[in-house]
């Protein structure tokens, strides 16, 4: 995402919006400055190393504004999310839930623990932070990245009050809690999208998907292989009692299954859901529809205490090219197309090149501050800087729509299917 040598001039016009909510004038000026600092030259994006590049700014009156001046973010989160919904909102647009970690030693900074790292694939010492993504026509906006609290961290109020944790955020809350949470403020900013997406972290959460669909929202979600699953044929019935009482409950007809023994024996089809660098992308899918095993809990039979079948859902798998197998669930509609399926399933990756982007290009992990609000207005700032560049680049390719090559990078192939 490389910026010309104008871009400090275009970022003063394109913050006019935000600085407006940020009312004190010494506020209105740290703002700019840490954000052209995020996005300009310099291999660390913290704040000391920030303030020895920009002569006119102090390293003090920079670490205040992030770390402990009084002020609210939510002017400028609200600005963010109206330019998003702007440049990429619509019924095509994918929200996508995700995590990302940030490495850190010690254990004094907010939410640091050893913890699962999905993007290092380990147990890692780490910062864990939710990310929700506005995407369309493969082009992300980074909405929210909200901070996950550990046990270790939730257990223990001194600590959290120390770090500046705010009361309303001190209760324990899962991933996919938080997950809703955000979600239901985006609803609720008015921020258009047409489905959710999520891996299987979020997806193998029960109260996670049926959060979504209370919501009268689409999703497609990943889940482990042993996700159990009904046929969507599946009856109730009430089973008669050898002896003893009759039975006061109804129980399906059939057992669940793993979501990969349902799909053994499936058709499975080679399907290309957009053009990469190298090509077509393929893999093989199947996809049926099924029973999601994730009601109310009951006794059945010998079997034991087994879910009873939920909502009706498509269940897909795929089998990519280095023999990887995955699964996964979906609520788009039963006429949707397998090669739809894979598009939504498959615009989850967006998301995974914008973290990296917010990492390696922007300084989302070099904040060096322990405070939950100076990690999360650092985070905010490396969102606008995002989204800045975004912009600018959205705009470039829309001045060079006259070619045919410049067309086609403009919108690329494999666009978000129409799912509606």
């Not at 046990?151 to 770090?163: L, V």
């Not at 009361?167 to 239901?184: G, L, N, S, V």
Request: aromatic share 8%; hydrophobic share 40%; with cysteine.
């Amino acid at each position: 995402m490389a910026v010309d040598g104008d871009w400090q001039n275009d970022l003063e016009r394109w913050l006019a919006p935000y600085l407006r909510g940020l009312g004190n004038k010494t506020r209105r000026r740290m703002c700019p400055a840490y954000i052209a600092g995020l996005i300009g030259p310099g291999d660390r994006k913290s704040i000391q190393p920030m303030a020895a590049r920009i002569e006119e700014v102090s390293y003090d009156r920079l670490h205040h504004f992030i770390g402990a001046g009084v002020w609210d973010s939510a002017p400028l989160e609200t600005t963010l999310w109206q330019q998003a919904d702007d440049l990429v909102g619509g019924e095509k647009a994918w929200l996508i839930i995700d995590d990302t970690a940030l490495p850190k030693k010690g254990n004094a900074s907010v939410g640091v623990a050893p913890q699962y790292a999905s993007a290092l694939g380990k147990n890692a010492n780490c910062q864990t932070l939710v990310s929700v993504t506005l995407a369309s026509r493969e082009v992300p906006l980074m909405l929210s990245l909200r901070l996950f609290l550990p046990e270790s961290w939730t257990g223990d109020t001194a600590r959290m009050i120390k770090a500046g944790v705010p009361e309303e955020m001190r209760q324990p809350r899962t991933k996919p809690e938080i997950a809703i949470e955000e979600i239901d403020r985006v609803i609720a900013a008015g921020v258009r999208f047409g489905c959710v997406l999520a891996d299987a972290g979020y997806g193998l959460s029960a109260p996670f998907r049926q959060a979504l669909t209370a919501r009268g929202l689409c999703w497609a979600v990943g889940v482990p292989k042993h996700q159990k699953v009904y046929p969507a044929d599946v009856q109730l019935i009430f089973p008669e009692a050898a002896c003893g009482r009759p039975r006061l409950r109804h129980v399906p007809d059939v057992k669940s299954l793993p979501a990969q023994a349902v799909l053994e024996g499936a058709k499975w089809r080679q399907v290309s859901w957009r053009r990469g660098t190298k090509g077509r992308l393929v893999a093989r899918f199947a996809a049926v529809r099924v029973r999601i095993a994730d009601g109310a809990p009951q006794r059945i039979g010998s079997s034991g205490a087994q879910h009873m079948p939920g909502e009706e859902a498509w269940l897909v798998g795929e089998h990519r090219s280095n023999g990887e197998r995955k699964y996964y669930l979906s609520n788009l509609p039963a006429d949707t197309s397998i090669k739809d399926l894979a598009g939504a399933i498959k615009a989850r990756w967006i998301c995974e090149q914008a973290h990296q982007q917010l990492k390696e290009e922007l300084g989302l992990d070099h904040f060096e501050g322990r405070s939950w609000t100076g990690l999360h207005r650092h985070a905010l700032m490396t969102m606008m800087a995002y989204a800045f560049l975004q912009t600018r680049r959205l705009a470039q390719a829309g001045r060079k729509k006259k070619t045919p090559r410049a067309t086609a990078s403009a919108q690329p192939a494999g666009s978000s299917p129409g799912y509606h």
